[in-house]
């Protein structure tokens, strides 16, 4: 009952909005820091249910990287807090470094990983990261992701749904 009901709230968010709503779920499902949201069903099931998995990936993907960017400025934030108090976490100075060397591919890598990125994020705008810098690495790794996303749902919809009777 409850994937019938999932699967039918899906297919008429999508017919009704398609890529918007894409982008929108994606944005919040990001923007929101540390709650789970299940975007990623909803990329699964948008491309099996007919919208192209190659738009469908990259407005994700643009979505995800957006909602990210509450993060970072929240570690921006937070950062400017600590140095107004002059007490900035020595793990900050770690990750400032960290992020000097490493950072882009840190990003990209975290943020294709299933993994709470959230952290990262916060972690990057409280280590001062180039904010233009953090947005394309997050871009490339939450597109890549939404991609295998949508191209398992063009793949394994069409089946699933002829096997609940459902086409």
Same mark, same amino acid.
């Given at each position: %009952? =409850?994937?019938?009901?999932?699967?039918?709230?899906?297919?008429?968010?999508?017919?009704?909005? +398609?890529?918007?709503?894409?982008?929108?779920?994606?944005?919040?499902?990001?923007?929101?820091?540390?709650?789970?949201?299940?975007?990623?069903?909803?990329?699964? =099931?948008?491309?099996?249910?007919?919208?192209?998995?190659?738009?469908?990936?990259?407005?994700?993907?643009?979505?995800?990287? !957006?909602?990210?960017?509450?993060?970072?400025?929240?570690?921006?934030?937070?950062?400017?807090?600590?140095? !107004?108090?002059?007490?900035?976490?020595?793990?900050?100075?770690?990750?400032?470094?960290?992020?000097?060397?490493?950072?882009?591919?840190?990003?990209?890598?975290?943020?294709?990983?299933?993994?709470?990125?959230?952290? !990262?994020?916060?972690?990057?705008?409280? +280590?001062?990261?180039?904010?233009?810098?953090?947005?394309?690495?997050?871009?490339?790794?939450?597109?890549?992701?939404?991609?295998?996303?949508?191209?398992?749902?063009?793949?394994?919809?069409?089946?699933?749904?002829?096997? %609940?009777?459902? %086409?």
């Amino acid at each position: %009952m =409850f994937w019938e009901n999932f699967i039918t709230w899906s297919k008429d968010l999508i017919v009704n909005f +398609s890529y918007a709503a894409i982008f929108f779920v994606s944005f919040i499902g990001t923007s929101t820091i540390f709650i789970p949201f299940p975007i990623y069903l909803v990329i699964f =099931f948008a491309s099996g249910l007919g919208l192209n998995p190659m738009l469908v990936g990259i407005v994700a993907g643009l979505g995800s990287a !957006v909602g990210e960017l509450t993060g970072y400025l929240i570690g921006a934030g937070g950062r400017q807090v600590a140095e !107004v108090k002059k007490k900035v976490p020595k793990i900050v100075w770690f990750f400032t470094r960290l992020f000097k060397k490493f950072g882009f591919a840190v990003i990209v890598i975290t943020s294709f990983l299933p993994f709470p990125f959230d952290f !990262v994020g916060i972690l990057s705008g409280m +280590s001062n990261y180039d904010i233009k810098k953090f947005f394309i690495a997050v871009f490339i790794g939450k597109a890549i992701k939404c991609l295998v996303v949508a191209y398992s749902g063009y793949l394994v919809i069409p089946y699933v749904m002829d096997w %609940m009777g459902l %086409m």
